[in-house]
């Protein structure tokens, strides 16, 4: 599988063309990146999501052992139970880098510590929208609290990635500034983060070449990008051929609004379509993929990349015929790659090829035409088979979202009362 020369050639032509968009560009791909997990951190900021401390330890020590180079353990200052989850992984001696995200201030940087973390993930908005409409300070104002809280987190020892909040909304020059000032106080790592998701791949490769290239190798740069255009994944990839060396990712892409960058597909598309390896054990995908959907509550579409329930189920009777004979006709990823199995539906597309293949596993033969009639049958039921159980689980479903993915409303002025009284 994946040997034959036809397959060869086209891993071939798409180098090439690879290659020479980056000859153009001025750039070579990064040999090897690492891989940050936000899962735990941004992930579990999609509403309705809530991990306990005992999902938080058992997905950080998968991804652990899968090799995941950072992990943010979360966000200290949300809760009682998000220190112990955090503390819980700082002490389970990971190879992975333990991370915790942090606001630029002494008093977050501070329950970090007591997280006994190593490495803080600070932040702190740069676009004139966040700095002017949700924290009311100037620029100025903006580099002097970002470097004093680096210079205080390097006072303790910890590790700092800087996260410049809304970076791919703020003018280049002061962005450049911010960026010198955090690095030159000590910091890292530094991000290019594209928070709201509104870059596309060619503006987030121009973007992020042109602040490696004034920065230099002063520091590292890691990419966050959102997917609110469903570019998270491409304008990942952006970044790190433009040279971020420390994409992050969420599994199955959960965060908030439309998510992050997957964690499936960065790493896939990095490894197949750009030949960078990811260090990451991508056998064990779908096992990863499965545990955060049971213990976020968030379920997968099924054409999800990668993982989804449809990424190598066939039943287009052409398609069907043509993986039968060759597996890479239509799977430009093999399953057992990342940990799934191929399979073949029977439905209103079918072919004859399917039901041949169905009956020789019973080791039944039957003519050509009592095949053809077995495939029309098929198709036939398929198209007559009722819609109540559509309509039911699109009830349910929606059900679903409102009370498990959100809070029950009568719950919430329930709890008013208790605090307010009669008042309310
Ligand atoms: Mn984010």
Request: aromatic share 6%.
């Amino acid at each position: 599988m994946g040997t034959s020369p036809d397959i060869a050639l086209v891993a071939r032509n798409q180098a090439e063309q690879l290659g020479a968009f980056l000859h153009d560009a001025g750039r070579k791909a990064p040999e090897k990146i690492r891989v940050w997990d936000e899962t735990l951190r941004d992930g579990e900021q999609s509403p309705g999501v809530c991990f306990t401390a005992e999902d938080k330890l058992d997905i950080a020590k998968l991804l652990d052992g899968m090799g995941v180079a950072v992990i943010d353990a979360g966000f200290p200052m949300v809760s009682e139970e998000e220190r112990r989850a955090i503390t819980a992984i700082a002490r389970e001696g990971l190879s992975a880098a333990v991370g915790a995200t942090v606001r630029a201030v002494p008093a977050d940087i501070d329950a970090a510590l007591r997280c006994e973390v190593r490495e803080v993930h600070m932040f702190l908005p740069t676009s004139g929208l966040h700095l002017r409409h949700k924290l009311g300070i100037s620029a100025e104002d903006a580099i002097s609290r970002a470097v004093a809280a680096v210079e205080h987190a390097k006072r303790h020892g910890l590790v700092v990635d800087f996260i410049a909040e809304d970076a791919t909304r703020t003018p280049m020059e002061y962005l450049l500034r911010f960026y010198r000032a955090v690095i030159d106080a000590g910091a890292d790592r530094v991000m290019l983060t594209d928070t709201v998701g509104v870059m596309s791949p060619e503006a987030m490769f121009r973007f992020s070449r042109m602040v490696m290239d004034a920065l230099g190798k002063k520091a590292e740069f890691a990419v966050h990008c959102h997917n609110d255009f469903g570019l998270a994944v491409a304008n990942t990839l952006a970044a790190v051929l433009a040279g971020a060396t420390y994409p992050t990712v969420t599994v199955n892409g959960i965060g908030e609004r439309a998510g992050n960058a997957a964690f499936e597909e960065t790493v896939m598309g990095l490894e197949h379509l750009y030949g960078i390896r990811t260090g990451i054990a991508t056998e064990r995908l779908a096992e990863l993929s499965l545990l955060v959907e049971r213990r976020s509550g968030m379920f997968n579409q099924p054409h999800k990349p990668v993982v989804g329930f449809n990424a190598f189920r066939h039943e287009s009777g052409i398609h069907v015929d043509g993986v039968l004979q060759h597996t890479g006709t239509y799977e430009p990823i093999q399953p057992e790659e990342v940990g799934c199995c191929r399979s073949f539906v029977l439905g209103k597309h079918s072919g004859r090829s399917l039901v041949t293949a169905l009956l020789a596993s019973r080791a039944l033969t039957a003519s050509e035409e009592q095949v053809r009639a077995i495939a029309e049958d098929v198709k036939l039921t398929k198209e007559r088979s009722p819609r109540e159980r559509i309509h039911r689980t699109a009830h349910e479903r929606d059900a679903y979202h409102r009370e498990v993915l959100g809070f029950p409303e009568e719950q919430f002025w329930q709890l008013v009362q208790r605090h307010l009284g009669n008042a309310a």
